[in-house]
């Protein structure tokens, strides 16, 4: 558990939770050999260098998603596990793109995750949202197909897309090119977010602000860059979504220490606390927790901030953010 309090998990790319173990059981049922013999053996190579280098491996895994039941397993065991860790809300990340290049249609991965969302309020008492994320390092027409066709699925399924988001490759590919895309999905009704400042520099955050009109900053950790736009994030009450363990496994910092966090905090920033990629990173919503606190010397009542900090940034209905706090 993390402290008892609820927390809502903001930052999580629903395939970054996909488990070795997973992997290689969707494979045997699908009759597929793998390149390495066992899930040890894969988890080995989990010693990324970078973004780029960690993504090759995570597109590569998931091409054994393939059926709606796929997605559902994946997300059931998800939620299963943020529920041991105290997550009460979750806003989970997908890639379409990543999947419909593979043939898998976006009314499969919704079907799917809309299956186990359901499920996850049944069961565990979790509430739960789909953001659909363009793949930044992607043709911008390819973004535009994958709106219309997330929205056109979510009407179809009744899953419950939230908003859009924007993954991916962060370096030499700025936020501003997909400006349209952003825009319908506003028109469209959805939230917006956006990866920024992970890899990139603050100017990215910038863009996703102004150019995207992102209501939310994913990582982010790279604001202290910028003293003006802090004071904006501040003033606007925008959130960073911060994912500690996954900085230390992409070598965006060499040890946890070093991140900025106690400097967010202090600077009066909207800080939450996230997993990104899970099973890649090496720990759930509460592995996250335990980091930064050993880290940082939190205590109660900074977990209690964190805790609060990410029901306010949550696009949860008003009712629900109450029965949270
Ligand atoms: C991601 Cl850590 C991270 N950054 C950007 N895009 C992603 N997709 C999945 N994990
Ligand atoms: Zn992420």
Known sequence: MTSGLPFCELHLHIEGTLEPETIFALAAEQGRTLRDAGPEELAARYDFADLPDFLELYYENMGVLRSERDFEVLAEAYFARAHRAGVAHVELFVDPQAHTERGVAERTVLAGLQRAIEAAGDRHG????????????????????????????????????????????????????????????????????????????????????????????????????????????VRERISLTVCPLSNVRLRVVDRIEELPFRALLDAGLLVTVNSDDPAYFGGYLDDNVAAVRGAFGLGEDDLARLARNSVEASFAPEARKRELL
């Open 126 to 233: 979790i509430s739960a949202g789909i953001i659909a994320c363009v793949l930044r390092d992607r043709p911008v027409d390819d973004a535009e197909r994958m709106l219309d066709a997330v929205l056109d699925a979510a009407a179809e399924t009744g899953a419950p897309l939230l908003g859009i988001g924007l993954d991916s490759a962060e370096l030499g590919f700025p936020p501003h090119r997909f400006a349209g895309v952003f825009d319908r999905a506003a028109e469209a009704g959805l939230h917006r977010v956006a990866h920024a400042g992970e890899e990139g520099p603050a100017d990215y955050v910038r863009q996703a602000l102004d150019v995207l009109g992102a209501e939310r900053i994913d990582h982010g950790i790279r604001v202290l860059d910028d003293a003006e736009l802090v004071a904006r994030l």
